[in-house]
């Protein structure tokens, strides 16, 4: 054929083989036997093959899974990819209502959405093609899984619209399909998926895109993270237009107006949650308003106008064989109790942690005790109670040994502390699990060093502290078991990446106690360089907004440490990147503001803007906004039909502004 004609044919055939994919896969209404489409690819492809200058990325061909890749690159989130907070009963979703009411008044409406249980990804349109889809990853950092994701059919790789966007969405994997490829497993002697989440994951981490394109995924959107030029103003808009663009939204999604409509719609779902051909883990509970959000704005973690409902965790019976001892990086020595393998929610469980040893003796924990065993937030599991009336008189008590189980040192209760630690600075256990920390997600996130091959690493004694991870080589790292030579090469340029971090992952990998990742963060964007946090006092440390003195103490005290220069040093002598990479921060000294450097809690009602510009406003002239009225408030404004924060600010004597006022310093 001419490629004139070549080229009409082939706009033609993709247009149709979009069509029929759109009404099987998204609206589950296919018009077309399977053979016909069958018949139409076949000829779209040949058609490339003869034209190759008229294939394109977005041709339905490119579904099937082109080469494999040799690792994910890693890839930023234009906007982070957040978390929700859980509610897991009536009463914390009562208070979340108060606390939203408590922000934004009585006038707005929520909408309720099924929590699905798969993974959630970023979905990037340029000009409405598909270009770019990656995991959450630590919500700032994902992973490229593009190939992977362009193999689902609900994704549209074209949409009705030429926009530019990044949608949001949770890839899932049906509960038919789990069951199959399960089976499957089974016949081949594979190891089986857990459950239907972890399939999903585990097919979409795969290099190779022809095993996501064999496992029969699928995804539900339910968010627009950016879009350019498309004015939306709730979110049930936008899931009407994410659906009118092609997508595949959850369709049982609500409208409710009141928490006890929420409710309702949740005990609902909780009844006929078996019936749904894919897992869900909960209900997700949003402000609709776009404008309402803003106003409610974030907390650290995540937003203050949606909450993630958690179905209670199922519980079973299961007898606990032994409790075993483990030292963390900390020292702190933690019991575990070894149970009889059980399947709670989908996985087996064999471990639980049992925190510590006040309370094993309030909940009279015993060796052989049969134990009701949950999982907390679904995730984590733990031990409720013991069946007592199942008791023979064989079961043994328990008590915490005296020295650490790894170096025989004597173990210490630190004040205020139920827990008991091991202090001495060299036990092996310690530092095996600083290591695991080091290369985790939010600290150095190096991939391919995970508990497995540090521990092996540590034992055959090639590595000690965290320094000598740059100084790991190829002949070292290949007599590994389970180590051949593509698993070693992507571990050394994992390394090697590495290096490059922003100074806030490694200070964070370090371990500093009471530093945790945001507090790292902070502690890089202020100081800008190791060397210049290795200066600072507990009074430059003390002076930071989110720094207490607990952490400033144990800042100073980790960077007098002899050994901790030692280690900085080489560190920077093995090219470990030292200085913080991220935005800077503009000093409050540097601002011309009345308001800057100034705590200010904003209350009542404000005319001339929403509260979330207010708020925006007065953080972009260097003050700090919080929610709550206390001694360290420095202004309180009040809008009309002020409260309780109010009359607090009134008894403690802080100063208070009108709207009027506010507006005016704003404006100076
Ligand atoms: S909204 C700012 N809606 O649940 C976060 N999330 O912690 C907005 N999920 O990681 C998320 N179904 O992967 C939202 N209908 C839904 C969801 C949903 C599943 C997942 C999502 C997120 C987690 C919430």
Not at 217 to 234: A, M, N, Q, R
Not at 391 to 408: D, K, L, N, S, V
Not at 417 to 444: D, T, W, Y
Request: net charge negative.
């Amino acid at each position: 054929m001419e490629n004139e004609n070549a080229s009409k044919r082939i706009e033609e055939l993709r247009e149709l083989l979009n069509k029929y994919n759109y009404e099987y896969h998204v609206l589950d209404n296919p018009t077309v036997p399977d053979a016909e489409y069958d018949r139409m690819m076949d000829e779209l492809l040949k058609l490339e093959e003869e034209h190759p200058d008229l294939r394109t990325e977005d041709s339905p061909t490119q579904r099937v899974g082109g080469p494999p890749l040799e690792g994910f690159q890693k890839v930023e989130h234009r906007v982070p990819m957040l978390s929700l907070g859980n509610a897991f009963g009536e009463e914390d979703l009562r208070d979340f209502d108060r606390r939203v009411r408590d922000r934004i008044g009585e006038n707005f409406s929520y909408v309720c959405e099924l929590k699905i249980d798969g993974l959630a990804v970023s979905l990037i349109y340029e000009d409405g093609r598909f270009v770019r889809g990656a995991t959450r990853g630590d919500g700032t950092i994902g992973e490229d899984i593009t190939q992977n994701l362009k193999t689902i059919p609900a994704i549209p790789l074209r949409l009705s619209e030429q926009v530019s966007m990044e949608v949001r969405g949770e890839a899932y994997m049906p509960k038919p399909s789990f069951m199959k490829l399960n089976e499957e497993r089974e016949k081949n002697e594979q190891d089986l998926f857990a459950n239907p989440r972890n399939a999903a994951a585990g097919s979409l981490r795969q290099l190779d895109p022809k095993i996501a394109a064999s496992r029969n995924l699928s995804i539900f959107v339910y968010g627009v993270g950016t879009v350019d030029g498309k004015e939306i103003d709730s979110h049930s808009d936008g899931l009407d237009y994410l659906s009118d663009l092609g997508f595949k939204t959850n369709p049982e999604w609500k409208r409710c107006d009141t928490i006890d409509a929420v409710i309702d719609y949740i005990e609902g779902w909780s009844e006929r949650r078996p019936d749904l051909s894919y897992e869900i883990d909960g209900i997700v509970v949003k402000v609709d308003s776009l404008e309402q959000q803003e106003e409610l704005g974030f907390t650290a973690k995540s937003p203050r106008w949606a909450i993630a409902y958690k179905f209670p965790a199922e519980e079973v019976v299961t007898k606990l064989l032994d409790i075993e001892l483990n030292v963390g990086r900390t020292g702190v020595v933690t019991p575990t109790a070894l149970l009889e393998p059980v399947l709670v929610a989908g996985t087996t469980v064999q471990r639980a942690s049992l925190h510590n040893e006040d309370l094993i003796k309030e909940k009279d924990i015993k060796i052989g005790d049969y134990v009701v065993v949950k999982k907390a937030g679904d995730i984590i599991p733990e031990v409720v109670s013991v069946l007592e009336e199942r008791r023979t008189g064989e079961e043994q008590g328990f008590a915490m040994p005296e020295t650490c189980p790894e170096c025989e040192s004597d173990l210490v209760r630190l004040e205020e502390e139920v827990a008991l630690r091991c202090i001495n600075p060299k036990c092996p256990a310690q530092l095996r699990e600083g290591l695991i920390h080091f290369v985790s997600r939010n600290a150095m996130n190096i991939d391919g060093l995970g508990e497995r091959v540090i521990t092996q690493l540590f034992r055959e004694e090639l590595i000690h502290d965290v320094a000598d991870i740059y100084q790991l080589t190829h002949e070292q790292l290949i007599e590994l078991e389970r180590m051949g030579e593509k698993s070693v090469a992507n571990l050394l340029e994992a390394i090697a990446v590495s290096k490059d971090n922003s100074l806030e992952k490694l200070l964070f990998g370090l371990g500093i106690r009471h530093v945790g990742s945001k507090a790292a963060k902070t502690l890089a964007q202020q100081f800008g360089t190791m060397d210049s946090m290795m200066e600072a006092t507990v009074e430059d440390l003390e002076a930071i907004n989110e720094v207490g003195q607990k952490m400033a103490d144990s800042v100073v005290r980790y960077f007098q440490n002899e050994e901790v220069h030692e280690l900085v040093d080489e560190l920077k002598a093995a090219g470990v990147n030292m200085t913080y990479k991220g935005p800077k921060p503009v000093s409050v000294e540097d601002i011309d503001s009345v308001f800057a450097g100034k705590t200010i809690v904003l209350t009542g009602k404000l005319s001339q803007m929403s509260r979330g510009d207010a708020k925006k406003k007065l953080e972009e002239q260097g003050a700090k906004v919080t929610g709550s009225v206390s001694k360290s408030t420095d202004l309180l404004i009040a809008g009309e039909d002020a409260g309780s924060k109010l009359e607090k600010a009134e008894s403690l004597n802080i100063e208070i502004w009108d709207e009027n006022k506010f507006v005016e310093e704003l404006a100076k």
